[in-house]
């Protein structure tokens, strides 16, 4: 079983920086998986802000390209979440979150963000991120 760890989220001020990392454990060997980033604010709607494809490719909500920026450290199973320039709409529980996928794409952009066209798999307990401004 897939497990997800979440940690580096905490309160900022706007223009601030963040690094969120997940730690992973459980992948079966052979498999591939999509990593991704989904974050969700109070009373409003999951949302994806960033994912890894399996063939490495990124993919990010338009409201956080250039300001974040995803990575994945696979020999030790850990995938990251660089956050730049942080603003008050930036707030919001972020989750980590995996997929398994033979071939295709697991994400898709909707609108300003990114879905994820299957459903995730497996999914981290969340982590919270608070930016003042």
């Known amino acids: 079983q897939v497990h997800l760890v979440e940690s580096g989220g905490g309160s900022v001020q706007a223009g601030g920086s963040l690094r969120l990392s997940c730690a992973a454990s459980g992948f079966t060997a052979g498999t591939r998986y999509c990593l991704g980033w989904l974050r969700q604010a109070p009373e409003k709607r999951r949302e994806g802000v960033a994912g890894i494809e399996i063939d490495g490719r990124e993919i990010y909500a338009d409201s956080v390209k250039g300001r974040f920026t995803i990575s994945k450290d696979n020999a030790n199973n850990f995938l990251y979440l660089q956050m730049n320039s942080l603003k008050p709409e930036d707030s919001g529980m972020y989750y980590c979150?995996?997929?398994?996928?033979?071939?295709?794409?697991?994400?898709?952009?909707?609108?300003?963000?990114?879905?994820?066209?299957?459903?995730?798999?497996?999914w981290g307990k969340g982590i919270p991120v608070t930016v003042s401004g």
């Open positions: 979150a995996a997929e398994r996928m033979s071939q295709g794409n697991c994400f898709a952009p909707l609108g300003p963000t990114i879905h994820s066209i299957y459903g995730m798999d497996y």
